[in-house]
C-alpha cells in the first residue's frame, strides 16, 4: 500500500499531471474555438467566392491540412524567438505561443472540412431556400443549420488534433513542467527517460478525458436535436 502510494505522489509532483491537464485543456479549448470560428467562416467564403486561382487556394489550403505539425512549430518558434517578426510579442514557450501554433494547425483542417461539405450540399440548399423566397441572409442561415452536424464534426476532428498534438508544441512551448507542459508531452519525456508505465497511465488519462468530452459534445447534441423535433 505504501509503496503505491509513493508511486502516486512520484507520479503527481515529478511529472505535473495536474499542471499538464490544465495546461492541455486551456491550449485546446481556445486553440479550437479560435481555429472553428477562422475555419467555418474561410471555408464558407471559399465556397461562396468565385476569383482567379481559387483552385490554387483551394490546393494550398488541402496541402496545409497534412503538413507536419513540428513544420508549422519550427515556423512559429522563428516568428516569435527574440530576434524574430513577432519576438517583441513575448509568446514564445508560453500557452498563448502554443495557441497560436495550433491555430495555424488547426484552421485549414476545419476550413477544408466546411468547404468540402459545402460544395457537397449547400447547393442544392440555396435552390431550395431560393424556390421559398428565402432572403440571402436566411438563405445562409439555413445552410449552416443544415450543415451543423459536418461542422460539428469538424470542430470535433480540430479539437482531437490540438489535445494530441506533441511536435510543435514542444518546439514552441518548450515543454515546461508546471508552466507549457502538456499530457502528450508529458508522455514523450517519459518514454525518453524509460518510464513506460507512467506513460501509459497518462496515456490512459488523456484517452478518457477525451471520451468524456465527446461524450458531453453528443449528449449536448442530441439535446438539441429532440428540442426541435418539439
Known amino acids: 500500500m505504501e509503496y503505491i502510494k509513493q508511486v502516486v505522489n512520484t507520479f503527481f509532483s515529478d511529472v505535473g499531471v495536474l499542471d499538464a491537464v490544465s495546461v492541455t485543456f486551456q491550449m485546446a479549448f481556445w486553440s479550437t ?125 480540430g479539437f482531437g488534433r490540438s489535445i494530441s498534438e506533441v511536435g510543435a508544441v514542444m518546439l514552441v512551448g518548450g515543454n515546461i513542467k508546471g508552466h507549457t507542459r502538456t499530457m502528450t508531452t508529458a508522455i514523450s519525456l517519459l518514454k525518453s527517460q524509460g518510464i513506460f508505465t507512467e506513460g501509459l497511465a497518462l496515456g490512459v488519462i488523456l484517452l478518457v478525458m477525451a471520451f468524456l468530452i465527446q461524450s458531453l459534445a453528443d449528449f449536448f447534441q442530441k439535446g438539441e436535436k429532440s428540442n426541435e423535433n418539439y
Open 33 to 157: 474555438g479560435i481555429s472553428s470560428v477562422l475555419g467555418i467562416f474561410l471555408g464558407i467564403l471559399l465556397e461562396k467566392a468565385k476569383f482567379p486561382g481559387k483552385r490554387v487556394v483551394i490546393r494550398i489550403n488541402r496541402t496545409l491540412m497534412g503538413v507536419p505539425p513540428v513544420v508549422i512549430g519550427l515556423i512559429v518558434y522563428m516568428l516569435l524567438m527574440r530576434r524574430g517578426p513577432l519576438g517583441k510579442l513575448d509568446m514564445l514557450f508560453t500557452i498563448k505561443g502554443m495557441i497560436f501554433a495550433q491555430v495555424l494547425i488547426i484552421t485549414p483542417i476545419i476550413c477544408g472540412m466546411t468547404y468540402t461539405s459545402l460544395v457537397s450540399k449547400a447547393p442544392a440548399v440555396r435552390v431550395f431556400a431560393k424556390t421559398m423566397g428565402a432572403s440571402k441572409m436566411q438563405t445562409q442561415f439555413l445552410v449552416i443549420r443544415e450543415l451543423k452536424n459536418e461542422l460539428y464534426f469538424a470542430v470535433v476532428t
